[in-house]
C-alpha cells in the first residue's frame, strides 16, 4: 500500500512538473506573438532563438513523457510478476536508509 502511495506521489509530483513546464511553454509563445511586429534586429535574433529553445523543449518534453510512462509500466509490471521480491528490495532499501539516518 505504502508503494502505491510513493508512485501516486511522485506521478502527482511529476504531473504538476510537466504541466508548469507547459504553462511556461505556452506563455513564451504567446509572448512570441504579442510582439511579433514591432521589433527591433536584436530582438528579431532573440525572438528566433527563443523559437527554436522552445521546440527543443517542446521535443524533449514529449521525450521525458514518454520515458516516464515507460518507466513506470516496466516498473509496474516487474512488482506485479515478482511482489514478494519487491516488497523484500523495498523493505531492505528502507531499512538501510533508516540506519544511515539514525547513524547521525
Not at 502511495?5 to 504538476?16: G, H, I, N, Q
Amino acid at each position: 500500500m505504502e508503494n502505491t502511495e510513493f508512485s501516486e506521489a511522485s506521478e502527482s509530483s511529476r504531473d504538476k512538473i510537466m504541466s508548469d513546464f507547459k504553462t511556461l511553454m505556452h506563455d513564451a509563445e504567446d509572448l512570441m506573438k504579442a510582439t511579433a511586429g514591432d521589433l527591433g534586429e536584436k530582438a528579431k535574433e532573440a525572438r528566433d532563438r527563443l523559437k527554436v529553445a522552445l521546440n527543443r523543449a517542446k521535443d524533449s518534453c514529449q521525450g521525458v513523457e514518454d520515458k516516464a510512462a515507460a518507466g513506470a509500466k516496466a516498473t509496474d509490471k516487474v512488482i506485479r510478476e515478482h511482489p514478494y521480491q519487491s516488497l523484500g528490495v523495498a523493505f531492505g532499501v528502507g531499512l538501510l536508509i533508516g540506519v544511515l539516518v539514525n547513524r547521525r
